[in-house]
Nanobody, 114 residues
Framework: QVQLVESGGGLVQAGGSLRLSCAAS??????MAWYRQAPGKQRESVAR???????VYADCVKGRFTISRDNAKNAIYLQMNSLKPEDTAVYYC??????????WGQGTQVTVSS
Protein backbone atom coordinates (compact mmCIF):
# COMPACT_ATOMS: atom_id res chain seq x y z
CA GLN A 1 0.00 0.00 0.00
CA VAL A 2 1.14 3.51 -0.85
CA GLN A 3 0.01 6.21 1.56
CA LEU A 4 -0.37 9.66 0.04
CA VAL A 5 -0.84 12.99 1.79
CA GLU A 6 -1.64 16.19 -0.11
CA SER A 7 -1.05 19.75 1.00
CA GLY A 8 -0.96 23.26 -0.43
CA GLY A 9 -4.58 23.87 -1.30
CA GLY A 10 -6.34 27.08 -0.42
CA LEU A 11 -8.28 30.09 -1.63
CA VAL A 12 -6.85 32.18 -4.44
CA GLN A 13 -8.15 34.81 -6.83
CA ALA A 14 -8.42 34.15 -10.55
CA GLY A 15 -5.04 34.55 -12.19
CA GLY A 16 -3.20 33.51 -9.07
CA SER A 17 -1.01 30.51 -8.36
CA LEU A 18 -0.81 27.60 -5.96
CA ARG A 19 1.65 24.76 -5.51
CA LEU A 20 0.32 21.42 -4.35
CA SER A 21 2.52 18.80 -2.74
CA CYS A 22 2.00 15.08 -2.24
CA ALA A 23 4.14 13.10 0.16
CA ALA A 24 4.26 9.35 -0.35
CA SER A 25 4.92 6.83 2.38
CA UNK A 26 7.21 4.14 1.08
CA UNK A 27 8.47 3.96 -2.47
CA UNK A 28 6.54 5.88 -5.09
CA UNK A 29 5.02 3.88 -7.88
CA UNK A 30 6.01 4.36 -11.49
CA UNK A 31 2.79 6.15 -12.37
CA MET A 32 1.81 9.13 -10.25
CA ALA A 33 -0.91 11.63 -10.98
CA TRP A 34 -3.08 14.50 -9.82
CA TYR A 35 -6.84 14.20 -10.16
CA ARG A 36 -9.53 16.67 -9.23
CA GLN A 37 -13.24 16.54 -8.53
CA ALA A 38 -15.64 19.46 -8.44
CA PRO A 39 -19.06 19.20 -6.74
CA GLY A 40 -21.46 17.27 -8.94
CA LYS A 41 -18.71 16.40 -11.41
CA GLN A 42 -16.74 13.26 -12.19
CA ARG A 43 -13.24 12.89 -10.89
CA GLU A 44 -10.85 13.71 -13.72
CA SER A 45 -7.17 13.26 -14.38
CA VAL A 46 -5.32 16.58 -14.41
CA ALA A 47 -1.71 15.51 -14.88
CA ARG A 48 0.31 12.30 -14.83
CA UNK A 49 4.01 11.60 -14.52
CA UNK A 50 6.02 8.41 -14.95
CA UNK A 51 9.14 7.35 -13.10
CA UNK A 52 11.16 8.57 -16.06
CA UNK A 53 9.58 12.00 -15.95
CA UNK A 54 7.24 11.68 -18.91
CA UNK A 55 4.14 13.81 -18.41
CA VAL A 56 0.60 13.94 -19.70
CA TYR A 57 -1.78 16.85 -19.09
CA ALA A 58 -5.47 17.39 -19.51
CA ASP A 59 -6.10 19.83 -22.34
CA CYS A 60 -7.76 22.32 -20.03
CA VAL A 61 -4.62 22.78 -17.93
CA LYS A 62 -1.89 22.59 -20.56
CA GLY A 63 0.39 25.58 -20.38
CA ARG A 64 -0.83 26.49 -16.91
CA PHE A 65 -0.07 23.47 -14.71
CA THR A 66 3.20 21.62 -14.26
CA ILE A 67 3.59 18.24 -12.58
CA SER A 68 6.95 17.15 -11.22
CA ARG A 69 8.39 14.47 -8.97
CA ASP A 70 11.29 14.25 -6.57
CA ASN A 71 12.12 10.60 -6.06
CA ALA A 72 14.64 11.35 -3.32
CA LYS A 73 11.93 13.08 -1.29
CA ASN A 74 9.17 10.65 -2.25
CA ALA A 75 7.04 13.54 -3.40
CA ILE A 76 5.19 14.89 -6.40
CA TYR A 77 4.09 18.45 -7.00
CA LEU A 78 1.59 20.38 -9.04
CA GLN A 79 2.43 23.98 -9.83
CA MET A 80 -0.77 25.74 -10.85
CA ASN A 81 -0.56 29.12 -12.53
CA SER A 82 -3.15 31.39 -14.12
CA LEU A 83 -5.86 29.75 -12.07
CA LYS A 84 -9.45 30.02 -13.22
CA PRO A 85 -12.72 29.64 -11.28
CA GLU A 86 -13.36 26.40 -13.16
CA ASP A 87 -10.22 24.97 -11.54
CA THR A 88 -12.08 24.95 -8.22
CA ALA A 89 -12.15 21.36 -6.97
CA VAL A 90 -10.74 18.93 -4.48
CA TYR A 91 -7.37 17.81 -5.79
CA TYR A 92 -6.20 14.26 -5.13
CA CYS A 93 -2.81 12.66 -5.38
CA UNK A 94 -2.89 9.27 -7.08
CA UNK A 95 -0.55 6.34 -7.52
CA UNK A 96 -1.19 3.38 -9.79
CA UNK A 97 0.24 -0.10 -10.00
CA UNK A 98 -1.23 -2.98 -12.03
CA UNK A 99 -1.12 -5.26 -8.99
CA UNK A 100 -1.88 -2.85 -6.17
CA UNK A 101 -4.32 -0.76 -8.14
CA UNK A 102 -5.03 2.89 -7.35
CA UNK A 103 -3.94 4.60 -4.16
CA TRP A 104 -5.45 7.94 -3.20
CA GLY A 105 -4.66 10.78 -0.87
CA GLN A 106 -7.35 12.45 1.22
CA GLY A 107 -7.56 15.44 -1.09
CA THR A 108 -6.89 19.15 -0.70
CA GLN A 109 -9.39 21.88 -1.53
CA VAL A 110 -8.54 24.48 -4.16
CA THR A 111 -10.96 27.38 -4.50
CA VAL A 112 -10.50 30.05 -7.16
CA SER A 113 -12.61 33.17 -6.87
CA SER A 114 -13.57 35.34 -9.82
Amino acid sequence: QVQLVESGGGLVQAGGSLRLSCAASGSMLNFMAWYRQAPGKQRESVARISSGGSTVYADCVKGRFTISRDNAKNAIYLQMNSLKPEDTAVYYCNAYDPVIGHSWGQGTQVTVSS
